[in-house]
């Protein structure tokens, strides 16, 4: 293994075991509360369904333009996309069905969390872009991981802010 795939691997790695102590830590201060009624997990299980049939779907899309294209992108950077495409489905879902957060989560401090998530790796995006190595030989590299899950997080931040919103209007008009 060389040095680059070395350095990648690490910080794959890395990358895991923050966002899993991050995550670890936001459960233990009951930041994380992943208690839902019955109508919300009616409603994440359907956007489930529709997260999954989103990943088959981009996963064969991905593979079916790998074949037309040629190679167009690593296969860790087709992946991301894939699997943040399907997030996104997944999110949006539950926003729009109000069943994204349990009843005693605070959407402010997931607004912000997704906001500093969004900000740091578009951050990377940027800084990656202004450096040679994003593409290479007409190949999206792994350096195109930063600015996809950034991306998919400010969707995901987006719709959430502006169904934040529009719901109270919405319960006044009622």
């Excluded at 069905?97 to 997931?110: C, G, H, M, N, V």
């Excluded at 951050?123 to 950034?150: K, Q, W």
Aim: proline content about 2%; glycine content about 8%.
């Amino acid at each position: 293994m060389d040095h680059y795939h070395a350095g990648v691997l690490f910080g794959l790695t890395t990358g895991l075991l923050a966002g899993l102590a991050f995550v670890m830590f936001l459960f233990k201060r009951k930041i994380l509360d992943m208690s839902f009624d019955e109508r919300q997990e009616r409603a994440r299980g359907k956007a489930f369904q529709y997260a999954f049939l989103t990943l088959a779907a981009s996963a064969y899309a991905y593979g079916v333009s790998d074949l037309a294209l040629g190679r167009w992108c690593d296969v860790l950077t087709g992946v991301t996309l894939c699997f943040s495409v399907s997030v996104v489905v997944f999110a949006v879902t539950c926003i729009l069905k109000d069943a994204y957060l349990s009843l005693r989560e605070k959407p402010r401090t997931i607004m912000t969390f997704f906001a500093l998530l969004s900000l740091v790796n578009l951050g990377f995006g940027v800084m990656y872009h202004l450096s040679p190595g994003l593409v290479e030989n007409g190949v999206l590299t792994f350096r195109a991981v930063n600015p996809i899950i950034g991306s998919a997080t400010l969707v995901i931040l987006i719709v959430y802010i502006v169904n934040h919103l529009l719901r109270p209007r919405d319960e006044e008009a009622e």
